[in-house]
């Protein structure tokens, strides 16, 4: 993995309704990874996702948001 500190952050569109996520895109550049994970949960474990796929899962929620 890295040893640089991820630099978490919930989207300014979060209501705070308990149901969100953090991501830390600081190491999309050095790493191609954007680490994922609950909000409600900062030291539990977190998914560690390519690029490429933060970008789908992005673009499927754009898609499928009610």
Wanted: glycine share 8%; charged share 15%.
């Amino acid at each position: 993995m890295t040893t640089e500190s991820f630099h978490w952050f919930k989207s300014s569109y979060s209501d705070n309704g308990g149901q969100c996520i953090e991501v830390a895109t600081n190491l999309v550049v050095s790493h191609g990874i954007v680490p994922v994970r609950d909000s409600k949960n900062p030291n539990g474990p977190h998914l560690t996702l390519s690029a490429d796929a933060w970008s789908g899962l992005v673009e499927f929620a754009r898609h499928t948001a009610v």
